[in-house]
């Protein structure tokens, strides 16, 4: 396994696995400083493409190329000193298929708590559950789904309509043309660490289960000949939580 590291002038510290493009570690401060890492332990999940060959400009970028089986694709990581982790990626192929980028699984306390009292924003007004692409979305006004307004993810499982869901799975929809735009704040009151994932797709799947959570770009369609493009950043920075009109209670006893 080779694994490169990122630095910013912040003291963040980010570990890419070159043989599949997926994040090892991520160092960032909290409100006091302190560091730790943020990315929850991996589960399983569809299997990544392997075989990546990577590069760094410079200490705060890394590019990563493959080429396997037809397809071809240039990845290239930026470690911006805002704490944004920028991600732009270009794929060409000669027959149809799909491709999709690992996503990174986050606890912003540390990996063994739980993310019960992680404070949830999207900027979404349709969802959809995973697997079901022939229903249309629907609107998630008045529902357990709708986070338009911050809310902590463990209030929303607690709801009636949701009992017995161990966690969210589900596809979200953003009013998007294209443009780079903010799809997503996720918000941990202890630390004061607080995530923001952008995208320029128009929608995204979250996942969160007892001790992670992920917001995932979904799989590009390819085409022969036309090359697909696609740019996100994860952002960590710290705010106050009085910043955020929480919409429900925040239990901090359930980071204990």
Known sequence: MTVFTLHNARGMRVAVDAH????????????????ADVLARAVPGAP????????????????????????????????????????ACEA????????????????????????????LRLAAGRYRPVGRT????????????????????GARLAWPALAGMAGFDHDFYCAGDGALRQAAVVAEPASARVLRFSSTQSSFHLRTDARGFSC?????????????????????????????????PVSMMLNK
């Open 134 to 153: 022939q229903e249309e979305p629907v609107d998630v006004a008045g529902s357990a789904f709708d986070f338009r307004q911050p809310a902590p993810v």
């Open 20 to 35: 599949d493009a997926s994040l090892q570690s991520w160092w960032a401060p909290d409100r006091y400083g302190r560091m």
């Open 92 to 119: 060409t192929t000669d027959a149809v298929s799909r491709f999709a980028l690992p996503a990174p699984r986050f606890n912003l306390q540390g990996r063994s708590t739980s993310v019960a009292d992680h404070v």
């Open 48 to 87: 990544a493409l392997n075989g990546w060959l990577g590069s760094m400009p410079d200490d705060a970028s890394l590019l990563l190329q493959l080429a396997q089986d037809g397809l071809s694709a240039r990845l290239l990581y930026r470690l911006g000193d805002d704490g944004g982790l920028h991600l």
């Open 216 to 248: 995932a770009t979904q799989a590009l369609e390819l085409l022969p000949g036309v090359a697909a493009r696609l740019a996100l950043i994860y952002r960590l920075g710290v705010q106050d939580m009085d910043d955020f009109d929480i919409s429900e």
